[in-house]
């Protein structure tokens, strides 16, 4: 660059000048170790007494030097993988609740002081369907408003083995009366106003279905302080019977604080043309009866709930095991 000073041009040595930007700095978030279970599935169905094979991976195997399997009881610790990708074989225990179950793998990766959990849920469930069912409580009483119990579910099959079956996917469960009982999807029943009701546990695989019903009740609270009582139950349940056909139920009655008095019976609520018929008519507490209920050839198939002041009985009226 030349520039003219006093008639004199001069030359001027060029300066360049830079504008310093501070360097951006960029985090690259560091990826957290994770494994990974590629089967079985979520809610696979396995068999007990199955040899399930659970297959774990992870996006960095090598961070993994040996990984541990451990099932909810009663499977236990299964064994360890390594390395990874791996494989591992779980023997499903025979005696094991029908239901959801949970499969964890864990490892402490290299250079980590905390854990890396995977986890998967499996369905253990017979495949065949049960010849019966049962529940270990006959009859529910319960004392007050808010107070809770919860059903325990006994499935039988054909070949002589018996299953806790309540947290089974195929089991549900229904109030007949919400506004005496209700009960949830684990079959906690919670009492809600003094009243009588029925507890209805289903067990559908496909067109079969099976039912059981559990009368429930709770006492008027204002009933005379020292006042006689008494309790009826009836077994089983609930029947699934043909039309044209009977069922007959034992009704067994008990007694709060020694019921001195004579109990008459009768059945309320039962089919059109059906017909309900106790031997005796009438028990003494700590004895029972025979209730007999006889449908018609023209009785429409269906589910019927069949209450007296004390007590409810489950009728399951079909069709070659159809409803």
């Known amino acids: 660059m030349r520039a003219k000073l006093n008639g004199v041009w001069v030359a001027l040595a060029g300066i360049a000048l830079t504008t310093l ?20 599935a979520s809610g696979s169905i396995v068999n007990p ?74 369905d253990v469930e017979r495949l065949d369907f049960p010849v ?14 808010g107070e809770q119990t919860r059903l325990e579910v006994l499935a039988q099959y054909f070949d002589g083995t018996t299953y806790r079956a309540t947290s089974s996917s195929h089991i549900s469960f229904s109030s007949a009366n919400t506004e005496v009982a209700t009960v949830d999807e684990s079959g906690q029943v919670t009492a809600v106003a003094p009243g009588i009701g029925l507890i209805t546990v289903k067990y559908a695989l496909g067109d079969n279905k099976l039912s059981i019903g559990i009368p429930v009740q709770m006492p008027n609270p204002d009933r005379e302080p020292g006042g006689s009582n ?27 604080n020694g019921f001195p008095g004579e109990i008459t019976l009768s059945a309320h609520g039962v089919p059109e043309g059906a017909k309900a018929t106790f031997t005796p008519v009438s028990v003494l507490a700590s004895e029972s009866a025979t209730l007999t209920i006889s449908i018609l050839r023209s009785t429409p198939l269906d589910t019927y709930g069949s209450m007296n ?15």
């Open 230 to 256: 008494f309790f009826i139950s009836i077994a089983p349940g609930a029947q699934t019977i043909e039309p044209g056909s009977s069922a007959n139920f034992k009704v067994a009655s008990s007694t709060y």
């Open 21 to 40: 930007v501070p360097a951006s700095i960029i985090a690259v978030p560091q990826t957290k170790p994770v494994l990974q279970i590629t089967e079985p």
């Open 49 to 122: 007494g199955q040899i399930l094979t659970v297959k774990v991976t992870s996006p960095t195997p090598a961070l993994f030097p040996e990984v541990a399997l451990i099932g909810e009881d009663p499977i236990g610790f299964a064994g360890t993988i390594s390395p990874l990708p791996g494989e591992l074989s779980v023997p499903i225990p025979k005696d094991i609740n029908l239901g959801r179950h949970m499969l964890t793998v864990e490892s402490r990766p290299k250079a980590s002081k905390e854990s890396v959990f995977a986890t998967v849920e499996i």
């Open 309 to 323: 002041p004390t007590v409810s009985v489950l009728l399951i009226v079909t069709t070659n095991g159809k409803k």
């Open 132 to 145: 019966s069912m049962s529940a270990t409580l006959s009859g529910i009483e319960l004392d007050s408003p």
